[in-house]
């Protein structure tokens, strides 16, 4: 069972450029999310999808874009990464329902 | 402000020792309380807590919800080196699938 898988692991860029955090996941679970934790702040919701097509704002969605066009795949884009995005990223998901979240192992984004 | 805050941010403790973690939320229709515990990497579920007073309980870890005071415990008894990690609480709220995290408490067990 591979459950929540992010990619990659760990990721520098430079201000300025773009790129994409994969996540997928293999339970077929429709609710999926992006995080972000940082030291002190606890993890806050970037953009969440309740299902395949449909996406929405959490609470820091400024500077990230996502797309769902699958139920598996939530990829994460970062537009113009920016030093303030320095960060670790987890991707989660659940069968909806009010079921808890399942994690992935997270990607940590540093950019200079 | 903040919507669920966790106290102590910070506790260190000797094996063996019983300790107890608080979180109390203030939201909108609550639905549900959850806890998980992140050590190095992915924050992994321990409990959801729905209704007040029902203790849900792990070997040694239980936790226990009150919904009039809007506030919920972790208990680790017998404490142990490999209970050391940053254990958080979220609260979902409403009809939406959302989850807000407090800042986690920072748990580190001594032998």
């Known amino acids: 069972n591979a459950g929540v898988t992010q990619t990659p692991k760990f990721q520098v860029l430079k201000t300025g450029q773009s790129m994409t955090l994969q996540c997928a996941q293999d339970m077929n679970h429709e609710y999926m999310s992006w995080y972000r934790q940082d030291p002190g702040m606890g993890l806050r919701l970037i953009h969440y999808s309740v299902g395949a097509g449909i996406t929405d704002q959490g609470e820091v969605p400024n500077g990230y874009n996502v797309s769902r066009s699958t139920t598996e795949d939530f990829p994460l884009r970062l537009l113009s990464a920016a030093p303030s995005q320095t960060s670790v990223y987890f991707c989660?998901?659940?069968?909806?329902?009010?079921?808890?979240?399942?994690f992935g192992d997270g990607t940590r984004l540093s950019i200079l | 402000e903040d919507k669920v805050v966790q106290s102590p941010l910070s506790l260190v403790v000797h094996e063996g020792d019983t300790v107890t973690l608080n979180c109390s939320y203030e939201v909108t229709n609550f639905r549900s309380l959850l806890w998980y515990k992140q050590e190095k990497k992915a924050p992994t579920f321990l409990f959801m807590l729905t209704s007040s007073g029902i203790e849900k309980k792990s070997g040694r870890l239980s936790s226990i919800l009150d919904k009039k005071e809007l506030f919920s415990i972790l208990n680790i008894t017998a404490t142990q080196t490999g209970d050391s990690a940053v254990y958080l609480c979220?609260?979902?709220?409403?009809?939406?699938?959302?989850?807000?995290f407090g800042k986690g408490t920072k748990l580190t067990v001594n032998p």
């Open positions: 989660a998901s659940s069968p909806g329902g009010a079921q808890p979240q399942h």
């Open positions: 979220a609260v979902g709220w409403g009809g939406s699938e959302k989850l807000v």
